[in-house]
């Protein structure tokens, strides 16, 4: 099989005109399916006055996209190792294609969820097919920290670009714009792909580990699912905490049938490998911490200070200039202090920057600390993210690098799911907006920063 860690690369540390090609278009497939995630957050009220979503309902738009992300994200991964990661990847962006359609031509409640749904399979599938085909085409080392730096930055540029596109479609068009957008693009990537990348998988011929598939995407689903329903419903909904004890029992069995399995679907050398384990960690509380955030922050600015959505999306625009800024810093600073400190380091100005936020007021004064705030936050978030990919898929062979990719974008999609109805349960459990956001966002901080303390101190024995 061809695969991508065969080019040539023109000297050290330095890339080849086709791998500028390949990371161009890997970074375009994977900042639109950033920008796929939050497009549509903005547009909600549109959508649901649109369609006749009722107001308890219109979680289910972001949850049908949510649980089949998160949920078939480490078994996609796999898959990609296995029968080619091109092939995933195309698969992916012609389902995204697809179910975008759908999204945007839907005349129903029930054809809309069927456009996310699709959508959200479509990014399990595409998004680790596209960062593993990114860590293979690239070596370990500054090439591939580079590479992932630059993928890091797009991607959290494209969830607060979805943020901003979102507003500024519906306000100009329309609601269904936010999914028919995809299309056209979707489209030039499936036309593209095949020119300039080459099939990659794994070389050995390890089969589908079945039980494991099952056990692992059964439990992700009701894990994803208990979250989302306790966050609408409360933390004592009775189908909530029966989806999450579900969950707890398929992981549970998950893990037992790899021990036992002679082709695991994620072999446990890999799961306990202190650098994927860690990395992993400090991944997961970056996402959940910096996505509840923008929530938080969002709630400020439209329920606090009565900003439009539109004007809310372009004041959150100056955090993902602050991460899109730490995406591209963060190569060099791993490259002088090691990924380790990098992801401790990052976790720490994050937590700096969100307590500063506790100096917001219930006037417009606050605005400029707000965005020199979530600015350097930002950039801090996105050097820890940075560090948590290259710790994550560090010294692992090319065969398993989907894997590696699939438990990271696994990582990324239950932190995101996790982390707003978390934060949300705080925020609103006091009796003033102000006051809940401050809760809130003093917890953020302490999370983002008791995370810096463990991933330094346990990934100092790696």
Same mark, same amino acid.
């Given at each position: 099989?061809?695969?991508?860690?065969?080019?040539?690369?023109?000297?050290?540390?330095?890339?080849?005109?086709?791998?500028?090609?390949?990371?161009? &278009?890997?970074?375009?497939?994977? @900042?639109?399916?950033?920008?796929?995630?939050?497009?549509?957050?903005?547009?909600?009220?549109?959508?649901?006055?649109?369609?006749?979503?009722?107001?308890?309902?219109?979680?289910?738009?972001?949850?049908?996209?949510?649980?089949?992300?998160?949920?078939?994200?480490?078994?996609?991964?796999?898959?990609?190792?296995?029968?080619?990661?091109?092939?995933?990847?195309?698969?992916?962006?012609?389902?995204?294609?697809?179910?975008?359609?759908?999204?945007?031509?839907?005349?129903?409640?029930?054809?809309?969820?069927?456009?996310?749904?699709?959508?959200? &399979?479509?990014?399990?599938?595409?998004?680790?097919?596209? &960062?593993?085909?990114?860590?293979?085409?690239?070596?370990?080392?500054?090439?591939?920290?580079?590479?992932?730096?630059?993928?890091?930055?797009?991607?959290?540029?494209?969830?607060?670009?979805?943020?901003?596109?979102?507003?500024?479609?519906?306000?100009?068009?329309?609601?269904?714009?936010?999914?028919?957008?995809?299309?056209?693009?979707?489209?030039?990537?499936?036309?593209?792909?095949?020119?300039?990348?080459?099939?990659?998988?794994?070389?050995?011929?390890?089969?589908l580990d079945v039980p494991g598939a099952v056990t692992v995407t059964g439990g992700l689903l009701a894990l994803v699912y208990g979250i989302t329903a306790a966050g609408a419903h409360g933390w004592s909904d009775v189908p909530a905490l029966a989806a999450l004890a579900a969950a707890a029992v398929l992981l549970v069995a998950f893990v037992l049938v790899e021990r036992r399995s002679p082709a695991p679907l994620a072999p446990l050398h890999v799961l306990t490998r202190r650098t994927v384990t860690w990395g992993n960690a400090g991944g997961f509380i970056a996402f959940a911490t910096e996505t509840s955030l923008v929530f938080l922050m969002t709630l400020y600015l439209q329920q606090v200070l009565g900003f439009s959505p539109l004007t809310t999306g372009l004041a959150l625009g100056v955090l993902g200039a602050g991460t899109f800024a730490g995406?591209?810093?963060?190569?060099?600073?791993?490259?002088?202090?090691?990924?380790?400190?990098?992801?401790?380091?990052?976790?720490?100005?994050?937590?700096?920057?969100?307590?500063?936020?506790?100096?917001?007021?219930?006037?417009?004064?606050?605005?400029?600390?707000?965005?020199?705030?979530?600015?350097?936050?930002? @950039?801090?978030?996105?050097?820890?993210?940075?560090?948590?990919?290259?710790?994550?898929?560090?010294?692992?062979?090319?065969?398993?690098?989907?894997?590696?990719?699939?438990?990271?974008?696994?990582?990324?999609?239950?932190?995101?799911?996790?982390?707003?109805?978390?934060?949300?349960?705080?925020?609103?459990?006091?009796?003033?907006? &102000?006051?809940?956001?401050?809760?809130?966002?003093?917890?953020?901080?302490?999370?983002?920063?008791?995370?810096?303390?463990?991933?330094?101190?346990?990934?100092?024995?790696?």
């Amino acid at each position: 099989m061809t695969t991508l860690t065969t080019a040539a690369v023109a000297a050290p540390g330095r890339m080849s005109s086709r791998h500028k090609l390949i990371l161009t &278009l890997l970074l375009g497939a994977q @900042f639109m399916l950033a920008i796929d995630f939050s497009i549509l957050n903005v547009a909600l009220p549109a959508v649901g006055e649109g369609l006749g979503f009722s107001l308890g309902s219109l979680q289910w738009i972001a949850t049908a996209f949510a649980l089949p992300a998160a949920g078939f994200t480490l078994l996609f991964g796999r898959v990609a190792d296995l029968f080619g990661r091109r092939r995933m990847l195309l698969a992916g962006m012609a389902l995204l294609a697809a179910g975008s359609l759908i999204g945007g031509l839907a005349a129903s409640p029930a054809m809309l969820l069927v456009g996310r749904v699709l959508q959200g &399979l479509a990014t399990a599938i595409a998004t680790p097919a596209a &960062l593993s085909l990114l860590t293979t085409s690239f070596p370990e080392g500054p090439l591939r920290t580079r590479a992932l730096g630059l993928s890091g930055a797009l991607m959290s540029a494209g969830f607060t670009v979805g943020a901003i596109l979102g507003g500024l479609l519906t306000a100009l068009l329309s609601w269904r714009w936010a999914f028919l957008i995809n299309v056209p693009v979707a489209v030039l990537i499936l036309a593209v792909t095949p020119a300039l990348v080459g099939e990659s998988r794994a070389r050995d011929a390890a089969r589908l580990d079945v039980p494991g598939a099952v056990t692992v995407t059964g439990g992700l689903l009701a894990l994803v699912y208990g979250i989302t329903a306790a966050g609408a419903h409360g933390w004592s909904d009775v189908p909530a905490l029966a989806a999450l004890a579900a969950a707890a029992v398929l992981l549970v069995a998950f893990v037992l049938v790899e021990r036992r399995s002679p082709a695991p679907l994620a072999p446990l050398h890999v799961l306990t490998r202190r650098t994927v384990t860690w990395g992993n960690a400090g991944g997961f509380i970056a996402f959940a911490t910096e996505t509840s955030l923008v929530f938080l922050m969002t709630l400020y600015l439209q329920q606090v200070l009565g900003f439009s959505p539109l004007t809310t999306g372009l004041a959150l625009g100056v955090l993902g200039a602050g991460t899109f800024a730490g995406g591209v810093a963060a190569p060099r600073i791993m490259g002088r202090f090691g990924g380790r400190a990098a992801l401790a380091g990052g976790l720490v100005l994050q937590a700096a920057a969100t307590a500063a936020l506790l100096g917001l007021g219930a006037d417009r004064d606050g605005l400029p600390l707000l965005l020199a705030a979530t600015a350097i936050g930002g @950039f801090g978030n996105l050097v820890a993210i940075v560090a948590f990919m290259g710790l994550a898929t560090a010294g692992l062979p090319d065969r398993e690098q989907g894997l590696a990719t699939g438990l990271a974008t696994m990582t990324q999609q239950v932190a995101i799911t996790l982390g707003i109805p978390v934060m949300s349960a705080v925020a609103t459990a006091n009796a003033s907006v &102000l006051g809940g956001v401050h809760t809130a966002t003093l917890a953020n901080a302490a999370i983002a920063l008791i995370g810096a303390g463990l991933t330094a101190a346990f990934l100092r024995r790696a």
